[in-house]
């Protein structure tokens, strides 16, 4: 009995080490083919503060660190990076940043993935 306790106890430690080191325990991402631990590894390994994880025929998908102060950080780490591209912010509505550059408009949209990462969605 106290054999199958202890192994019991190391099956429960390493299932606990997999979910952690995997970082299953994060929510799923709105994007087929991409891991939790590889979107958060590509913003980890980058010296920007927002940084691309995936591109699809109608978007191109960000991460960003909200540093546990909201998703106001995440939108001015947005709009630099929209802005600098030559796009005017125009307005805030929602979860949605609009810009808009020679009459053509461009909708950002934020989802906060956790309390630490925001996903950003820029339309193609």
Excluded: R
């Amino acid at each position: 009995m106290k054999n199958i306790g202890i192994a019991l106890c190391v099956i429960a430690v390493i299932a606990a080490m997999f979910i952690y080191v995997n970082k299953l325990y994060y929510p799923s991402l709105p994007i087929e083919n991409l891991t939790a631990k590889e979107a958060i590894e590509k913003l980890n390994n980058s010296k920007e503060k927002i940084v691309e994880i995936a591109t699809d025929a109608t978007s191109t998908w960000y991460i960003t660190n909200s540093e546990h102060k909201g998703i106001w950080i995440a939108d001015e780490n947005i709009k630099q990076m929209i802005v600098s591209n030559g796009w005017e912010f125009k307005a805030k509505e929602g979860a949605g940043l609009l810009f808009e550059k020679e009459h053509e408009q461009l909708i950002v949209t934020t989802q906060m993935w956790t309390k630490k990462y925001v996903l950003v969605q820029v339309q193609n």
